[in-house]
């Protein structure tokens, strides 16, 4: 990218220069994709047919993964858990956070500091939150069962039973996310017209009716992003059961990410490992295109 | 909301779940200055304040380091992904080359591919780098982001053809073209893609629990969760809740003060996902 006097510049010349620098400019990136992206993704192919423990050469293991995957029951139960986490994190987290954005669309007053409250969960490390949930789960001492006792309400054993672990991980990863959707749908909401609510009004329709009938048709392609980010935020849950439950009790909070992390770091099962997460990416790519499919027929 | 009792609801409710956001935070920081056996009480009244958990937590583990390695391995790769990704967005929106619109689908092509795919092989390559317990390993995945590379070049595109042919006239190059023209004017999406990708570093925990063994470089996400899990703790709610108050105290204060700019950013890199 010398100094070139414009007038010695033919048109010729000017394209030239223009790919040249085109080529130089995006270089960094064609390092960075074959370095990070692509090999990974062929190394993948290879690791799955392989055992490895990390010391040692690769060993060839022809299909011995994957008959080992169909057979192994704990997998099948860490994706049963992951999709157990996400059919009630999503629709709460969807439903909350609409019914939050639709009141903050409304004249109240404070609504900046609502706004900034329920986004803070957001910006705050998981790690943190999930130590300070920790201790307000806590079946004997936690802060949630002596609010409980206050109202007659006996102790419920958040992360020590294997029905409530993960329902109690998914209300706290509402807690966490809700004010990022929050942002999101009032962002859409603010796309709606004043004048047809105020035409709705006019013929008398009340809260619900122009929720139902204003409010949801408008935001629909917000609906479809908030789906699929949760969907995948589901999918890559891992640090909330390490540091609450290590995957317990029972392995009811064994996420498909958390069993990845097992066998390669506890077991040292490098191929095995490698062909969770592809069996895993699979059905994250299945479940996201079955969401759009779903959703798209729907409007 | 014409109806005013609806109004007064609203206005209530919204309060309430405002207090089932704030007070956890403001219970997590005074609970790490009761003496341990108050800390479960619900209330923020204690019988004493100290910091001994605080002495405690500075005697256990290196977390001071932790803070500071967070610190640098954000800002590397967070000035890495700027300066990196702005080259390639720009390269992208302005300029005609052979293999544009292949990389483009590329870089697409590496959104959609689930992280989960990649994880083992990539901690596989780290160790056959011998890149394990380095700050490389730390930031060298991260230092460039598709998803960056898409938000400056959809920013781009939006610029005035003008801007750079009176500039190529004035005999710049493309890099300073880039950097002394564009950059000034792109602010808005230089502080989304700042503090959208700084976010996610600062709070990551999954890979540097993979890629770091040694204590002196550890990140402050993957110490604390250790830290939380291993017993080093001994079981200690205090030492615990401290590591974590310390975690959140610097990310409150500056989302405190620079609270639009967050929501914004998150707003806009959300919807454009």
Not at chain 1, 122 to 150: C, E, I, M, P, Y
Request: proline letters at 5%; hydrophobic letters at 55%.
């Amino acid at each position: 990218m010398k100094y070139v006097d414009p007038a010695t510049r033919s048109v010729g010349g000017l394209a030239k220069q223009e790919a040249h620098a085109g080529r130089v400019l995006i270089a960094p990136y064609i390092i960075f994709f074959l370095i990070f992206s692509a090999y990974p993704l062929i190394f993948s192919l290879i690791l799955v047919f392989h055992h490895w423990s990390i010391v040692g050469p690769l060993e060839w293991a022809g299909l011995d993964n994957f008959a080992e995957l169909i057979s192994d029951e704990l997998f099948w139960k860490s994706i049963v858990n992951t999709l157990f986490f996400i059919a009630i994190h999503v629709p709460l987290q969807v439903v909350v956070a609409l019914l939050l954005a639709a009141i903050l669309n409304e004249k109240i007053p404070a609504r900046s500091f609502f706004r900034a409250t329920f986004f803070l969960p957001v910006v705050v490390s998981g790690v943190a939150v999930t130590v300070l949930w920790k201790q307000l789960f806590s079946t004997d001492a936690g802060l949630f069962n002596q609010v409980l006792a206050w109202f007659d309400i006996a102790r419920v054993p958040w992360l020590s039973s294997p029905e409530w672990a993960m329902p109690s991980i998914a209300i706290m990863a509402t807690w966490k996310n809700v004010g990022l959707y929050v942002i999101l749908f009032l962002a859409g909401l603010q796309n709606v017209p004043r004048s047809q609510y105020e035409a709705a009004e006019m013929d008398g329709a009340g809260w619900w009716a122009k929720f139902r009938h204003i409010t949801v048709p408008a935001i629909n392609p917000v609906v479809v992003i908030v789906l699929i980010l949760s969907t995948l935020g589901g999918f890559s849950l891992f640090i909330e059961p390490y540091v609450l439950t290590n995957g317990g009790p029972m392995n009811s909070t064994l996420s498909g990410v958390l069993y990845i992390f097992k066998q390669a770091f506890g077991f040292f099962r490098m191929g095995y490992a490698a062909t969770i997460g592809l069996a895993l990416a699979v059905i994250v790519l299945t479940v996201v295109l079955i969401q759009r499919k779903f959703v798209e027929r729907e409007d | 909301m014409t109806n005013r009792w609806g109004k007064w609801i609203a206005i209530v409710g919204m309060g309430l779940v405002a207090f089932s956001f704030l007070y956890p935070f403001l219970w997590m920081f005074v609970a790490t200055i009761k003496p341990e056996k108050e800390i479960t009480e619900v209330g923020l009244l204690a019988s004493q304040y100290s910091l001994d958990n605080y002495r405690v937590l500075l005697d256990r583990i290196p977390i001071l380091r932790a803070l500071l390695n967070s610190f640098i391995v954000a800002v590397t790769s967070t000035v890495s992904v700027l300066i990196f990704c702005s080259l390639a967005g720009y390269a992208l929106a302005r300029l005609r080359f052979p293999g544009r619109g292949l990389i483009h689908n590329l870089i697409l092509f590496t959104m959609v591919m689930p992280f989960q795919l990649t994880l083992i092989p990539l901690y596989v390559m780290m160790v056959k780098f011998g890149w394990v317990d380095t700050y490389a390993a730390l930031i060298l995945p991260y230092s460039m982001s598709a998803f960056a590379i898409l938000l400056f070049r959809q920013f781009f595109l939006q610029m005035p053809q003008d801007l750079i042919d009176a500039a190529r006239i004035d005999g710049l190059g493309e890099l300073s073209i880039l950097f002394r023209i564009f950059w000034p004017l792109s602010k808005p999406i230089l502080i989304t893609v700042g503090i959208v990708h700084f976010m996610g570093i600062w709070n990551e925990a999954l890979w540097p629990l993979i890629v770091i063994r040694d204590e002196m470089l550890m990140t402050m996400p993957q110490m604390v969760a250790l830290f939380a899990v291993a017993g080093q703790a001994e079981g200690q709610f205090g030492v615990q809740l401290s590591a974590a108050a310390l975690m959140t105290l610097p990310v409150v204060i500056v989302f405190v003060f620079l609270q639009r700019y967050f929501i914004e950013s998150m707003a806009t890199s959300g919807l454009k996902e």
